[in-house]
């Protein structure tokens, strides 16, 4: 009988993979287990709403979420501004820029993702800050 992988095997497994590589995996895990890991962040949006009308003041945001909505018309010059900004592969970006709207960089300050912003959209790209 073959050993049973353990949680920190699996662990050590993930982290040789590369992005798009974990991607599949998601979303296989997903589909297997009827789960999705974006509920989370459902759940967050949905109560800030409640805590606006209740006439709480919200503080400002100091994370921002950089996500590409679209390439544009020149995907090419964007996916070298989403390499230089990640470090990704090219097969990685271009997966990245493919699949927009997809995230760029998550829990960034706000200087930062407005400069990320801009680069994009000056390649191109349209961007959102989530």
Same mark, same amino acid.
């Given at each position: 009988?073959?050993?049973? @992988? ?13 992005? @798009?590589? @974990? ?6 895990? =997903? ?11 459902? $759940? ?15 503080? =400002? ?5 950089? $996500?590409?909505?679209? #390439? ?7 996916? &070298? ?22 995230? $760029?960089?998550?829990?960034? &300050? &706000? ?5 990320? &912003?801009?680069?994009?959209?000056? #390649?191109?790209?349209?961007?959102? @800050?989530?």
């Amino acid at each position: 009988m073959a050993d049973k @992988l353990t949680p920190q095997d699996a662990v050590e497994a993930i982290k040789q993979w590369t992005v @798009l590589e @974990l991607s599949e995996f998601i979303k296989l895990f =997903e589909d297997e287990f009827g789960v999705t890991a974006a509920a989370p962040v459902a $759940v967050a949006a949905a109560g800030a709403p409640s805590a606006a009308a209740e006439g709480v003041e919200e503080e =400002e945001k100091d994370s921002f979420d950089v $996500v590409l909505i679209s #390439a544009g018309e020149k995907k090419i010059p964007v996916i &070298k501004e989403v390499r230089a900004i990640t470090n990704l592969g090219l097969k990685e970006a271009k997966a990245l820029v493919e699949d927009a709207p997809k995230p $760029v960089k998550e829990g960034v &300050k &706000k200087e930062e993702a407005e400069k990320i &912003k801009k680069q994009i959209e000056d #390649a191109g790209g349209s961007v959102e @800050l989530k």
